[in-house]
């Protein structure tokens, strides 16, 4: 089956920049997606990768290496509301693209 | 546009009794997908519609669980008699389009149900 792993919590400063990384089993990939979800609301989609490399969007950026199972979310001039769950989820290819999640890591941003 | 939307927001029910989730997906979008996060664990997909059909259910924990989207639009989830293991976030999720590169899944605010 998939795995998929990111660290728990995380505590960065208003800002500042935070790499969140993420590991997955690389069998049946189809793609890494990350959402943003605030405590009680819908998770919101922030990227999608499925090809290698860094893709930017303001100041959220997200890196893909397929041959390593692995991406990372970057986020950049942090602001208090960037204080979130973030999730890293894998693609499975196939007629249903189910998405599988990591547990999320809850990043807090300090003054 | 709206979102995708799920009623109710919370539910509170005894362990015996049947609850019934609604999610209505956004406007188009043929594929519709429930996952479930229970307390401290990860986002876990249920199953997955195409239009009416039921594509993938892999993920449905028992027959106690029972999904349905009449007409290809709305959706239901039931679950009758509920446990308490049911506990948990139901979120309800739907896209444009599936295959190769895959479509960004719009979710729900997700139901939060509580089996005491």
């Known amino acids: 089956g998939q795995n998929i792993d990111q660290p728990t919590e995380m505590t960065a400063t208003e800002g500042a920049i935070v790499q969140i990384n993420c590991t997955y089993q690389t069998s049946g990939f189809n793609g890494l997606f990350w959402y943003q979800q605030h405590a009680g609301e819908a998770p919101t989609f922030l990227s999608y990768?499925?090809?290698?490399g860094l893709e930017e969007k303001g100041r959220f950026s997200s890196f893909l290496s397929r041959s390593k199972g692995y991406s990372y979310l970057l986020l950049k001039e942090l602001q208090m509301k960037d204080s979130a769950s973030y999730l890293c989820?894998?693609?499975?290819?196939?007629?249903?693209?189910?998405?599988?999640f990591g547990t999320g890591t809850l990043l807090a941003v300090q003054p | 546009e709206a979102g995708v939307t799920q009623f109710p927001s919370h539910s509170v029910i005894e362990k015996g009794q049947t609850v019934t989730l609604r999610c209505d997906p956004i406007s188009g979008h043929d594929n519709l997908y429930w996952y479930r996060r229970v307390m401290g664990k990860e986002i876990k997909f249920l199953l997955h519609f195409v239009k009416e059909s039921k594509q993938d259910e892999s993920g449905m924990p028992n027959n106690r669980f029972l999904a349905e989207r009449t007409g290809g639009t709305y959706s239901t989830l039931k679950v009758q008699p509920a446990e308490l293991e049911d506990s948990g976030v139901y979120f309800c999720a739907s896209s444009q389009r599936t295959g190769t590169g895959g479509s960004e899944q719009y979710f729900g605010p997700g139901t939060r149900l509580t089996v005491t």
């Open positions: 990768n499925v090809l290698d």
């Open positions: 989820a894998e693609a499975v290819r196939g007629a249903t693209n189910k998405l599988i």
